[in-house]
Nanobody
């Protein structure tokens, strides 16, 4: 499995921006589809965005489409999540995940074999 470490979370006001990073080690990063999920208190972990191995394809949850951008730099073994126009409903622990399969909009947590520890994002109203 690949090891993943997220960073970049924090507290931001409504309408603000944050960029999350997730750096991988232990395996060939470009062999893996990457994804971001999030989990709010009392709720199930939900899909946010996913990006293909080359970075040529990406898919977003409807709730973040047009506000969030997923990208990756295979030379740095890192995937990013740029989050703009943040809302209080975006408050959650954000996790990056890796798997060798491509699931597109069908991505679900159970499909991903490697996970980071999570980073807290809090959006104040």
């Amino acid at each position: 499995q690949v090891q993943l470490v997220e960073s970049g979370g924090g507290l931001v006001q409504t309408g603000g921006s944050l960029r999350l990073s997730c750096t991988a080690s232990g395996r060939t990063f470009s062999d893996y589809t990457m994804a971001w999920f999030r989990q709010a208190p009392g709720k199930e972990r939900e899909f946010v965005a996913t990006i293909s191995r080359s970075g040529g394809a990406s898919v977003y949850a409807d709730s973040v489409k047009g506000r969030f951008t997923i990208s990756r730099d295979n030379t740095k073994n890192t995937v990013y999540l740029q989050m703009n126009s943040l809302k209080p409903d975006d408050t959650a622990v954000y996790y990056c995940a890796a798997d060798k399969g491509w699931y597109g909009s069908g991505a679900r947590p159970r499909m991903f074999g490697s996970w980071g520890q999570g980073t807290q994002v809090t959006v104040s109203s």
